[in-house]
């Protein structure tokens, strides 16, 4: 019989002189099946869980300003699949937040909240303003888009 056992599911560990006996691999092996069985048990209830929270995925892309200001120079961006929301980003690190449920935006920069005037048409975002920063469309400014959709 072994005197030594390991740490987590103490499990024989025999030396060079112990006497091996049949009762102990039976006694292990019922140690071992016990805890398989509650690992497929509970990833099995995450699975279950991870199915309730649908499939999130993320849709980026991005795009250079134009310069363009009001409904006539209006930006635009067609996603995969309407998203739950988009984030624009620029590179000062200043945010706008796009809804679909949403007829404006808003927009967070250094100093105020502005927004801008959202028309959804299908997967499509239109939007505009009277002055290109609030419009996410300054000349030459990288822009980087983040959608979540579902």
Request: charged residues 15%; hydrophobic residues 40%; glycine residues 8%.
């Amino acid at each position: 019989m072994s005197t030594n056992h390991t740490e987590n599911y103490q499990l024989s560990q025999w030396e060079r002189t112990d006497r091996v006996q049949m009762e102990d691999f039976n006694a292990d092996n019922a140690k071992i099946d016990a805890a398989l069985a509650a690992h497929d048990g509970l990833l099995a209830a995450h699975a279950a869980e991870l199915a309730k929270m649908g499939n999130c995925q993320v849709w980026t892309t991005s795009y250079s300003g134009s310069g363009g200001v009001g409904s006539g120079n209006a930006r635009s961006i067609t996603f995969p699949q309407m998203p739950l929301f988009a984030v624009i980003i620029n590179e000062e690190g200043e945010i706008m937040i796009l809804l679909p449920q949403a007829s404006s935006s808003v927009r967070l920069g250094a100093t105020d909240a502005r927004r801008a005037t959202l028309s959804w048409s299908g997967k499509t975002v239109r939007w505009h303003s009277t002055y290109a920063n609030d419009q996410m469309n300054e000349s030459g400014m990288r822009y980087y888009v983040f959608a979540f959709l579902n």
